[in-house]
């Protein structure tokens, strides 16, 4: 396995409803075919003096924070305190964490947002993982399907790892922030507490505590972190 690469190298799982869905895989995307079947389980779990439950399978904390022009699809769990904004569309197979930030015009389909993520004006989230307190810029998109519709694997250290999958966009560590109008193309994984340029097309593994800048421009921040 490597290391880099791995759930728990790039994710706090204190930090989602998910957490013991991470704590069984050894890479992130491996959680993408069991997320549906989780969110069903987990939501009949979910306290009814805390959540609306609508429908068959979407589960809205009290407090969160629905635009009446938004789209919700199941199976779907929104958290405590999380606002989703005018036009939102959420397709499904998702779970968003508390106090988090679902905006206008942005789309949202098999993915995982963790607590106090921030996508907030036209963002297209697809088959991603985007951890603790991470935040895309306005347009920022994480590409999930290849143009030739072959398996998408994640490049590393000039191997690429399998993942066996068709469709994953991105793994976005905690505590990172993608640039407005970046392109994370398919298999993208970004370690924590990263920057990401606007206008990025980025693709592989970015390292964590980094600045990417353009591809095979990457420098490491000097910066400690409490």
């Not at 993915?111 to 297209?124: A, G, M, R, T, W």
């Not at 990025?200 to 591809?215: A, D, F, L, T």
Request: a neutral charge; one cysteine or more; proline letters at 4%.
């Amino acid at each position: 396995m490597k290391i880099f690469l791995s759930a728990g190298n790039l994710l706090d799982f204190d930090k989602t409803i998910a957490k013991s869905l991470f704590e069984n895989v050894a890479y992130p995307w491996e959680v993408f075919d069991k997320l549906s079947d989780f969110i069903m389980e987990i939501g009949n779990t979910l306290p009814a003096d805390e959540y609306n439950k609508i429908g068959d399978n979407v589960w809205i904390h009290k407090t969160a924070v629905i635009a009446p022009t938004a789209y919700i699809n199941g199976p779907l769990i929104i958290g405590e305190g999380t606002e989703v904004r005018h036009c939102a569309f959420i397709r499904g197979t998702a779970i968003v964490g508390k106090n988090c930030v679902v905006g206008n015009s942005t789309e949202l389909k098999g993915s995982i947002l963790f607590d106090n993520v921030q996508c907030p004006h036209y963002n297209y989230i697809g088959d991603s993982v985007l951890g603790y307190k991470s935040h895309t810029g306005a347009g920022v998109i994480t590409s999930n399907l290849k143009s030739d519709k072959s398996e998408v694997t994640v490049a590393f250290e000039r191997e690429k790892v399998d993942t066996g999958r068709t469709k994953f966009g991105a793994i976005i560590g905690d505590y990172t922030e993608v640039g407005c109008n970046s392109v994370l193309n398919p298999g993208t994984v970004v370690g924590r507490h990263t920057n990401i340029y606007p206008l990025s097309m980025v693709r592989g593994y970015v390292p964590e505590n980094s600045i990417y800048k353009k591809q095979g421009e990457v420098c490491r921040k000097d910066i400690v972190h409490v």
